[in-house]
């Protein structure tokens, strides 16, 4: 799994919108490549010393998505900042086999990359949606490997909202009604996103790839068939102080599972963000500083 260095001078938002570099935070990313297993995987390094803090997208989201965090933790904090497209998103590719990925590819994919960035030392490791699941289960699996652990919009079980989402979704994708997903989306979960992204996610859909839709088909019903996280993560595994990031407006998360999720980790606090949905700092970018003083407090 030796790593190669690419340094392309544009890169691919979640869904395969190109996008210029806008500042020299961005310019200044060390880009490489890595191979694991059927997957070759992107990932960029922002910071030469300092701490590592492993930033795991959502579904169907790439690196772009981190861009505002990465852009704030290079000005205010000394951490070393990694940034990741996993197997069915951005520039990351699927070089055999299906284009569904289990979940433990996708763990595989994050110990090949988390041993590559800090083979000896312990990382930060900050997640999103499905990113957050993510982000649990590597730190219930190896707990020795991770100090902090930051999880956004997070929660152990589907609501009704989301199960409704997905199987519209899913009817959709059947019907070859793709224009309509971005819709579904927004009126589910984005209300609070601005228009701007509101029409930015309307763009992504379309120009989504195939392989991109069909991986994102697998997951709905991933999704739908899992009745607690428990199935995925043993969250009382989990040994890194943790803090659950969640939107007080979250139609897909609710509060009372955000309680739930805090009480099965053992060293684990949570805050709720007022007006805030599901999008987090995208809708409010005062919710960087409340990640960032998790992250950097001794």
């Given at each position: 799994m030796t790593p190669s260095e690419n340094v392309p001078a544009k890169t691919v938002s979640p869904l395969?919108?190109?996008?210029?570099?806008?500042?020299?935070?961005?310019?200044?990313?060390?880009?490489?490549?890595?191979?694991?297993?059927?997957?070759t995987v992107p990932y960029a390094v922002a910071g030469r010393e300092g701490p590592v803090l492993l930033a795991i997208n959502g579904l169907q989201q790439s690196m772009v998505s981190w861009f505002a965090v990465l852009k704030y933790f290079t000005r205010h904090t000394n951490l070393r900042m990694v940034l990741l497209d996993l197997p069915g998103q951005g520039r990351a590719q699927i070089d055999s086999g299906p284009p569904e990925v289990s979940f433990e590819e996708h763990m595989a994919v994050l110990r090949a990359v988390a041993t590559q960035v800090a083979p000896d030392d312990q990382i930060r490791l900050i997640g999103g949606s499905w990113g957050g699941v993510l982000s649990a289960a590597y730190a219930a699996s190896f707990?020795?490997?991770?100090?902090?652990?930051?999880?956004?919009?997070?929660?152990?079980?589907?609501?009704?909202?989301?199960?409704?989402?997905?199987?519209?979704g899913q009817q959709l994708f059947e019907a070859n009604r793709l224009d309509e997903v971005a819709a579904l989306l927004i009126e589910g979960f984005g209300e609070n996103l601005s228009e701007s992204k509101k029409t930015q996610m309307r763009q992504q859909f379309t120009v989504i790839s195939m392989d991109h839709l069909r991986h994102l088909y697998a997951q709905t019903f991933a999704f739908q068939a899992c009745k607690d996280i428990s199935e995925y993560v043993d969250l009382h595994a989990i040994r890194a102080e943790t803090l659950i990031v969640n939107g007080a407006n979250d139609p897909i998360v609710d509060l009372q599972d955000t309680r739930e999720a805090a009480s099965r980790i053992p060293n684990c606090r949570y805050r709720i963000i007022p007006d805030v949905g599901?999008?987090?700092h995208t809708e409010k970018p005062d919710v960087l500083d409340v990640y960032r003083e998790f992250l950097t407090e001794p």
């Open positions: 395969g919108i190109v996008v210029e570099p806008s500042s020299q935070h961005l310019k200044s990313l060390r880009k490489y490549r890595l191979e694991v297993g059927r997957f707990p020795e490997h991770v100090s902090k652990l930051v999880l956004g919009s997070f929660r152990t079980k589907p609501n009704a909202t989301l199960l409704r989402i997905l199987t519209k599901h999008f987090l």
